[in-house]
């Protein structure tokens, strides 16, 4: 599901984006969900990493504007593609100041859209940002590009990544729910893997550096 959310304190403006995400579901057969904002303070408030694929945020908004907002949201979430929407063309280059994927000028136009949301949506699932509470109650962030393998034993399953292990009490299958759309793949009844960590492939097995992961007949 692409989850787009909508800063935006004109309700034309949202509508028509609301409407643009609407005919890119269609075409592209896969489930687009909106949420409108209408200020920033709104957006802010109790906002997770990795609750959306990409936010479209006006400039010129009542309270805080746009670019106040972002800085926010920079702070709570470094990977959400964030493009702006405003007829303020002047405030282009300022978006980069708070790393914004993409600038869109009203009026909108749904070329221009359906381009820079594919963009996005790619850009996002590269970067998907898995949330895990550990028993401890504490809280961990991993970015789905990051993590080399999965791994399920005993019950518990480890996210391998390029930086470290994350140990996970959950079943195999919700963890290959979370990385939908991300790319990974399922190699056997224990494992997920990353292709882009793929160093060599055998005919019953593949290497990731120097760990050998099973392929099943039925996977293979």
Same mark, same amino acid.
């Given at each position: ?102 600038? @869109?000028? /009203?009026?909108? #136009?749904? &070329?221009?859209?359906?381009?820079? $949301?594919?963009?996005? +949506? ?49 079943? @195999?299958? /919700?963890?290959? #729910?979370? &990385?939908?759309?991300?790319?990974? $793949?399922?190699?056997? +009844? ?31």
């Amino acid at each position: 599901m692409i989850k787009i959310a909508i800063v935006e304190d004109e309700e034309e403006s949202f509508l028509r984006l609301k409407e643009f995400a609407e005919r890119y579901e269609k075409e592209r057969g896969e489930k687009v969900e909106t949420r409108w904002f209408t200020d920033g303070m709104a957006f802010i408030d109790g906002y997770e990493a990795g609750e959306y694929t990409v936010v479209f945020m006006d400039i010129d908004m009542p309270h805080i504007n746009g670019i106040e907002t972002a800085r926010e949201l920079r702070k709570r979430d470094e990977f959400v593609p964030l493009i702006f929407v405003s007829i303020m063309v002047q405030y282009a280059i300022e978006g980069y100041s708070v790393d914004a994927m993409d600038f @869109l000028v /009203k009026p909108i #136009q749904y &070329l221009k859209f359906s381009m820079k $949301l594919d963009k996005a +949506v790619t850009y996002s699932r590269k970067n998907t940002v898995i949330k895990l509470t550990g028993e401890d109650g504490m809280t961990q962030y991993i970015v789905a590009g990051e993590i080399t393998y999965v791994e399920s034993v005993n019950h518990y399953v480890y996210f391998h990544t390029s930086h470290g292990v994350y140990k996970k009490l959950m079943s @195999l299958s /919700k963890a290959e #729910q979370m &990385l939908e759309g991300v790319g990974f $793949l399922r190699s056997d +009844v224990s494992f997920l893997v990353n292709p882009a960590y793929v160093t060599s492939l055998g005919k019953d097995s593949l290497m990731i550096g120097e760990q050998k992961i099973p392929i099943s007949r039925n996977r293979k």
